[in-house]
């Protein structure tokens, strides 16, 4: 027996096996955290391009490019993979690399378990994309899956990508029992749980929101693959269902949802600021419980997704005030973000400027979402492309800008090498005026009433539209500047140091940069 | 704890296999499901071969984890990873079978209600006249379309009253179960205790329980099916008790095959000591899980 162990001793000074294998079968927390991130970069290509063909169909009015079937597919793929494919595996990637390091434990908890998570995606995206190429083309019916579109009337395709959510589910729960299990099993001695940095707390919180409804997700495509094939009737009045019990099951998995997508966002927000303010994060507790009372009040607003259907009057009360309840800790988290650049010593690296373009347009969308939360001025705003700006503003300089933050503030410390300061900053401007004017004028147009999901629209809202365009364009080629960035950082460039930022807190910049492949063999001293 | 014995697997197949019979498994289905009328679609060949080579998997799998546990290569903290994982594992189970439960008392205490004319969103529905004569019941043996497209059942399986009590499955199925969770913690004393003859003896019993409440529930479909006419197809009632009671069937079949892994480690390889047997206890646990969800079920699908 000892002879096994004695080997594994060695294996920590190894470095990684050679080819392919190396990602085929690893159980390395690093590995698969760059596999899930090159993966949601190749998801995010794939979405934006489907973005640009909406885009490009509403460059003006009338039917140009595109048949209305297909467009109906584009906007529905484009939600799921940018959802499914590109936000959540990245920030799991994320959490791969960085949770261990962070906590100074050796690896995640379940190491194989981690790979399988991983790999589950791959074939599961490739089941949604193939679903182009079926008879009847993909799913039609939006990202949200409304019965009966989504049943009644979906075409064949959507048994594939019921049980392929089904398995997107599956490598969801898996990766988040590994994140809640990594941070509760796992933590060094002394990284007690109000020390920990708060991209771990923002992931504990958001592992919990995954496993508890990540599973309800199962349940909603189980109740559409039955009704659509085994004669049940859940989403249809003729036998006693209901379609609205659809969305009520939807979106009390994607409210949730939402949060998950924005939670991790908090977190690297929090650690970037921090260090490049050159102070102390401000009221670090509150952010724990801000970040929580977020968590727990998103399982009591699912339906203000669902004011327009026909709540009973009590229901529309409740959830407008619990909703605009949100706002409170949202504001919390704002404020202490302000508060802690308040006199410090800031300078304006690549990733602090994603950051604070973050706290201003994800503030934007979270004022847009409360005035949807207002029931009156939401029967006027309902499905219009007023919708589209306030959630790809949370979205979009929301969550992707934190991922992109994130990269550049840690890359150095990934792949020990220093990305170029200068093409960062041309990136961010360039995502940053694009971003703004893709989605500004989508307020304006959403207001004036122009419908969302349709692939035509009256001439008043033409100019406005132009302009919507021309940026998504302007965004989307910009992003081949970033693959540009990173694929030079990882080939080459400046050394980084250990520390790499001077405000830079928190124990993985004690290990070397790149981080060794085995860091922590011994947990590190956290006083 | 240490973190010198803290063990890292080896890199490991496992993984990418278990990825791609998951992958056969979801197309075989989708594919044979959308070919369901077609006699000719030999798709179902690609969800046999994604079964087989994902038990297959998992038995490698596993046999490899067990076989890293006894050589002492886990360390305390590895196995609190799994106490952690298996308690999550089992906290997703409980919403899958809360988006089950809450469709259900949605249906009952709105969705019927409303389609027969009862409250606000009542009124509205049949101020357009539809769903006319619709009557509001649970269970609902009618449907709001009066059959047209659904097939009405005769009888239900709500409770028959104490007269009929004894000839009702429901009954001895919960009995059934509820001892079966008695029989399992009494197995898992005589384990503690060092008393293998009867941890196993226990256990058997709670595997044999399994495959009588197995048994019992194949009598009430068959009976359903068969005697009441009341089927998938008919209307919410149905629906909401055959996807419930269906599912939690399905967890039964898991957990005793589960338990039945357990036993069969246990009288053949000797497996499971007094102090350590974590295997066991998750089974157990789960087994638990599924007998808290048959009391919900009994009580608010059959008797309320």
Redesign the interface.
Known sequence: ?SA??EN??D??HHGP?KGL??W?????HKDIGTLYLWFSFAMFLIGGAMALVIRAELFQPGMQIVEPEFYNQMITLHGLIMIFGGVMPAFVGLANWLVPMMIGA??M?????N??SF??LP?AF??LLSSLFMDGGAPNFGWTFYAPLSTTYAP?SV??F???V??MG?SS?MG???V???I???RAPGVTLMKMPLFVWSWLITAYLL??????L???V??M??DI??????F???????P??FQ??FW?FGHPEVYIMILPAFGIVSHIIETFSRKQLFGYSSMVWAMLSIAILSFVVWAHHMFTV?L??AAELFFMWATMLIAVPTGVKVFNWVATMFKGSLTFETPMLFAIAFVVLFTIGGLSGLMLAIVPADFQYHDTYFVVAHFHYVLVPGAIFSIMAAVYYWIPKWSGNMYDERLGKLHFWLSFIGVNVTFFPQHFIGLAGMPRRYPDYALQFADWNMVSSVGAFLFGVSQILFLFIVVKTVMGGKKATDQVWEGARGLEWTVASPAPY?T????PKVD | MSAQTYYVPEQSRFPIFMALSLFLLVMGASSTINNLDNPDSNSAYILYAGFISLFTTLFFWFRQVIKEHLAGLDSNQLKTSYVYGMAWFIFSEVMFFAAFFGALFYVRSFAVPWLSGEGENGVGISAIGLWEGFESSWPVMTTPDKGAEYALAEKSMAWPGWGHALEWLPLWNTIVLLSSSVTVHFAHIGLKNGDRKKFNRFLGITVGLALIFVGLQAAEYYEAYAHYGLTLNSGIYGSTFFMLTGFHGFHVMMGGFMLAVMLARSVFAGHFEDHDHFGFEAASWYWHFVDVVWVMLFLFVYIL
């Open positions: 027996m096994v162990i594994h001793h294996d920590h096996a294998t190396r085929l079968y690893t159980t390395n050796p690896d908890a379940l190491p194989r378990m790979n399988l790999w589950i074939f490739f089941i064949p048994t594939f019921i049980f392929s089904h398995i599956a729960i988040a029992i590994n809640v299990v990594t509760m099993n796992m496993i508890a409804v990540m599973p309800v199962a349940g909603a189980t109740m693959l039955m094939h085994f004669g049940t009737s859940f249809n009045a003729a036998g006693g269902g209901d609205v019990l009520h099951i009390f026909g009973p009057l085995h922590f063999t011994t947990p």
